[in-house]
């Protein structure tokens, strides 16, 4: 288990996607481009392409998250959609850019493959 955000986690990310393969996303999803700032003590950057988590922002995204870490692992742990609802609602999240790809995220369904990936990234990550 590696600690959630370290280098060892995002290290660890980075084969399971590779493993991972073609993820079979349906367009609205694979097509999201979305760059993550994570602000507190476990303070990082990464983004989301393909459906995929990596480390550090990349230039084309269309949006830009801000969350504080310790909001991004408790609804990371529990998947909660509406806890995101109100942590945004609260001040907690920021978006910056096409609220667009934020919308698709909240409705998109994930593929098999997905949901494998995200299950296999829980359990090395340790909150």
Known sequence: MAKFLSQAWFNQVNELNQAAGNLNLPPNLANV???AKVTGDDSAE???KEGKIFQGLTENA?????????????LISTGDANQAIEAF????IRIDGDMTQIMTL??????QEQKELFKKILQITEF
């Open 33 to 35: 481009l979305l760059n």
């Open 46 to 48: 990464l983004h989301l």
């Open 62 to 74: 269309i949006s830009t998250v801000t969350v504080d870490s310790e909001t991004l692992s408790q």
């Open 89 to 92: 609602m609260l001040g907690k």
């Open 106 to 111: 909240q409705s998109a369904k994930p593929s």
